[in-house]
């Protein structure tokens, strides 16, 4: 039964193609239009954090306790670690003493500077004697000084046992453990990187940067955009923030640094993304299905239909892909028709026509169908 039935639906498509015209291949065409896409270029990225500090003591001691969970957004001035205080504590203690007991010298050689100056108003005391106790007065307020200094420094090094976040963002690991002793300035504690706004780092050849336009810079690139890992598209657009002025002789690229909005934190540093630059809008463009544009000795090239209803290899310059379709810069005209199927089977000069314009098939008389079977 199902090879009678195949033989009724080839008899009705051989009868709508000898209705079309013997030997005519039945295709699909499309008629081109014109339209505009955005002059752009594509590129592997990756993100940086905009910020990204290490965390380390500034002050020597004992590591008494870590005040935030490793990985969590922590914020600007947040307390990330405490030292202990008491060494610096004492050490506080000390220089106010110090500072108190040079105070009480400076009032005491006050005093004696404005006793000898009235007695050598009178020729009580020599002029030498005067001057001793006036220089006396000049180092005492100096060494005051000093240990005003040596009070502010103390209270600086008690409050540097607070180790603090310096800029918002997402912490990272512990280095250390509690108990640990954390040498000044050295020791790396753990690091923040601020995600929010995230910087995104790539580079374009010669090549690309001639399909662009030239060398980029902030007046010549319109937006930046983002896919993901999972091909998804990223909701927000970017700005470039940085163009390098020259050719990385090394590499033959030009540097470049857009930054993006992260608030969700949807991006996170160090992943790899697609980067896709545009600098401008190219009309006159045509669009037609990848599978319809074909490669030969000459290069690219497509099936038009001539006005003999023949299959016409044409020679096109080709452009990016627009989703499924492919960017015909040059080589069709408006209102052609692209031969977008059934592309194995033609060769040039082969008559074609087009399958929406066959007629469905007849329907078969009730008499003619077999008789089931049982």
Partial sequence: MLALLLQACGKG??????????GAMPVTMLTVTPSSMPISAEVVAQTEGAKEVEIRARVGGILLKRLYEEGATVKAGQALFQIDPEPYRIALTQARAQLAAQQAR????????????????????????????????????????????????????????????????????????????????????????QVSPIWVRFSFSDNELAKLGGRLNNNNVREVTLTLPDGSAYAQTGKLNFAASQIDPVLGTQQLRATFDNTDQKLLPGQFVRARVTTGQRDGVFLVPQVAVQTGDQGKFVYVVSEAGEATPRPVVVGDWVGKDWAILDGLKEGEQVIVDNLIKIRPGAKVMDVSKMPPPAAQPAGDQPAAQH
């Fill in 13 to 22: 498509d051989d009868a709508a193609v000898q209705a079309h015209g013997p």
């Fill in 106 to 193: 400076v009032d005491q050689t006050t005093r004696e500077e404005a006793r000898l100056k009235g007695l050598l108003e009178t020729q009580a005391v020599s002029q030498r004697e005067y001057d001793n106790a006036s220089s006396d007065h000049a180092l005492a307020k100096a060494t005051l000084q000093q240990m005003q200094a040596s009070v502010r420094e103390a209270e600086l090094n008690l409050s540097y046992t607070l180790v603090t976040a310096p800029v918002g963002g997402v912490s990272g690991r512990f280095q250390f453990s509690e108990g640990a002793l954390i040498a000044a300035n050295t020791s790396l504690l753990t690091t923040v990187v």
